[in-house]
C-alpha cells in the first residue's frame, strides 16, 4: 500500500508557482462568455484577465475556488506518479460538478484517480500542463432498509467497502486486492474473488450517479437515463465521472483458502490440469491475487482466447518462460491466467440489462502479462517484451482458431484498443451515447489519457 500522504495545500503552493512561471499555453484573455459562465457559478476569478487553456491560471483560480487543506494518495506505480500542476479532492458531486464546469469554461485538461491502481501513465495521473481530479474523499458507504443494495461512492478502496459489509454478513462483487479503487474497478469490469459464480462486478450495478461535463448530476439505472445505465456497462469514462454506485449484495461467504507454488518442471502438469478445469463447467473457478507490490515501475498488457484442450495454456507458458529469461536484471514479469467458464458470460447477459463487452459463451481465458521493475531498468526495453509478447501470442491464437477479440479493460495495457474488442455494434452505441451526453466533447479533447471512443470508433 502506498504510504506517502502529500498535502494538497503544500503542494499547490509549490507546483501552482512552477507553473506560473513555466507555463506555455496561451495567456490569450477568454472571451466574456468565460467571465459570465465563472460568475454563473458564484466563481470570482483573480483580478486581471481570465485566461484559458492555462493550467497555472486554473489552478490559482482552484486554490481560492477549493482552499481546503485535503490530503490524497499517490499512484499504486511509480511511473504514474506523475506531478499535476494541481490536485483537487472535491468532497461531493456538487464539487465535482462545480469543477468539471470550471475546467470546461477554461479549457484546462484533467486526470481522474480513483484508487490509482491503474499501471498506464496519464490514465489516471496527469503532468504540470494540468489538474488532477482525485476522487478519495468521495468516500460514501450506505445500504438499504432491506440490506440489498450498497452505495459505494467512487473513492472508496475496497477494504474499507469489505469492512463496512462485515456486520451485516454481506458482501459485493469487489476486487481481491484491498488497496484496490473502487471506481476504476468497477468501470472497467471488475474480476471478485467469485466471478465465475456471480458475475462480473459492472453487472451487479444497478445504478451509476454521473456527473455530466456540462455539471449536471445524473442517476443512470434501468428506469432513469437508461441509454447512459447501458453505456457505462461498457463506455468506461467517456459520458463523465461516476461518483457512486449501487451495487447488489451477496450473502457472506466463509471460505477456506490455501495457496501454493509449484516449481518449473511441475507447472505444464499444473497447467493442463487447470484448462481441464475451466472445461468442467460443474466447478467454478476464483483466482487472487498475484502477490504483486507497489515497488517500481508497472507495465500490463492483456489479451484473451478459448480453452479447448491444455495445448495453448502450456504453450503460453513456455512462451512467458523465455521473455522473462530475456529481460533485464531486476525486472519481474508474470503470466496470469485468469480462467472465465459461461456462467459468467451468461450471468452479464442476464442481470440488469446487459453489458457492453461482446463476449462469447465459452470456456475461456483472460490473459494477463504484467511486469514490474525498478527505474534503473530501461523501461523502452522492457514494455517492448511485454508488447512483443501479446502480439505473438495473439497471433497464435488466431492461427490456432482460438482467438477472442475481448481486452479485459482492468488489464489493458495503454496502446490497446478495448472499446473495439466489444465489437462494431456496441462500440458504435458507446459513441452515441457520448455524443448525447457529452456533444461538447469535454471528456474526449480535455481529458489528459483514456481509451476514448473517439479514438477507436
Known amino acids: 500500500m502506498i504510504k506517502n500522504i502529500l498535502s494538497i495545500r503544500a503542494l499547490l503552493a509549490v507546483v ?65 506518479r506523475l506531478h499535476a500542476s494541481c490536485i483537487v479532492t472535491p468532497k461531493s458531486a456538487q464539487e465535482v460538478s462545480h469543477l468539471l464546469r470550471i475546467l470546461s469554461i477554461l479549457k484546462t485538461k484533467f486526470a481522474i484517480r480513483s484508487g490509482g491502481h491503474n499501471t498506464n501513465p496519464g490514465f489516471s495521473s496527469i503532468g504540470s500542463n494540468g ?27 475496497w477494504q474499507s467497502v469489505y469492512e463496512y459489509l462485515q456486520p451485516y454478513n454481506l458482501t459485493t462483487l469487489g476486487g481481491r486486492e484491498a488497496v484496490v479503487g473502487v471506481g476504476g474497478f468497477i468501470i472497467g469490469g471488475g474480476l471478485s474473488t467469485f466471478y465465475n459464480s456471480y458475475g462480473l462486478a459492472i453487472d451487479s450495478v444497478t445504478r451509476f450517479q454521473e456527473v455530466l461535463p456540462d455539471g449536471t448530476i445524473v442517476n443512470a439505472s434501468q428506469k432513469e437515463h437508461a441509454d447512459l445505465y447501458k453505456g457505462l456497462k461498457g463506455g468506461l469514462n467517456n459520458f463523465g465521472i461516476v461518483t457512486d454506485y449501487d451495487l447488489a ?36 473457478l476464483g483466482i487472487g491475487t498475484a502477490g504483486l507490490t507497489s515497488a517500481g515501475i508497472s507495465y500490463s498488457g492483456t489479451f484473451s482466447y478459448k480453452v479447448t484442450g491444455p495445448t495453448f495454456l502450456k504453450e ?39 453489458n457492453l463487452l461482446g463476449l462469447e459463451a465459452a470456456p475461456q481465458v483472460w490473459a494477463n502479462i504484467f511486469v514490474q521493475f525498478p527505474a534503473n531498468v530501461s523501461q523502452s526495453v522492457v ?13 497464435s491464437t488466431k492461427s490456432e482458431g482460438i482467438f477472442l477479440p475481448y481486452i479485459f479493460v482492468n488489464d489493458a ?36 489519457k483514456a481509451y476514448f471512443v473517439s479514438g477507436e470508433v
Open 383 to 395: 514494455t517492448r517484451t511485454v508488447d512483443s509478447v501479446l502480439d505473438s501470442l495473439t497471433s
Open 249 to 284: 449484495t451477496n450473502t457472506g461467504i466463509d471460505i477456506y483458502y490455501d495457496i501454493k507454488t509449484y516449481t518449473v518442471p511441475n507447472t505444464p502438469s499444473v497447467l493442463a490440469a487447470y484448462a481441464t478445469y475451466l472445461l468442467d463447467t460443474d466447478f467454478l
Open 131 to 157: 489538474v488532477l481530479i482525485a476522487l478519495e474523499k468521495l468516500d460514501t458507504l450506505s445500504i438499504s432498509t432491506d440490506h440489498k443494495i450498497v452505495t459505494i461512492g467512487a473513492g472508496n478502496k
Open 16 to 80: 501552482v508557482a512552477a507553473a506560473t512561471a513555466t507555463a506555455t499555453t496561451t495567456t490569450s484573455p477568454a472571451p466574456s462568455s468565460a467571465a459570465a459562465a465563472l460568475s454563473s457559478l458564484g466563481v470570482s476569478p483573480p483580478s486581471g484577465d481570465i485566461l484559458i487553456w492555462n493550467t497555472g491560471y486554473t489552478c490559482r483560480l482552484l486554490n481560492h475556488v477549493f482552499p481546503r487543506n485535503e490530503t490524497f494518495t499517490a499512484a499504486w506505480s511509480q511511473n504514474c
Open 413 to 448: 495495457g495503454p496502446n490497446q484498443k478495448p472499446l473495439q474488442s466489444f465489437g462494431e455494434e456496441n462500440l458504435k452505441y458507446i459513441d452515441a451515447v457520448a455524443t448525447k451526453y457529452d456533444p461538447k466533447v469535454v471528456m474526449q479533447k480535455l481529458q489528459n
Open 316 to 354: 503460453t507458458y513456455e512462451v512467458y518462460l523465455k521473455a522473462a529469461a530475456s529481460l533485464p536484471a531486476g525486472a519481474v514479469l508474470s503470466y496470469v491466467p485468469q480462467g472465465v467458464i459461461t456462467n459468467l458470460v451468461t450471468k452479464g447477459a442476464s442481470q440488469n440489462g446487459g
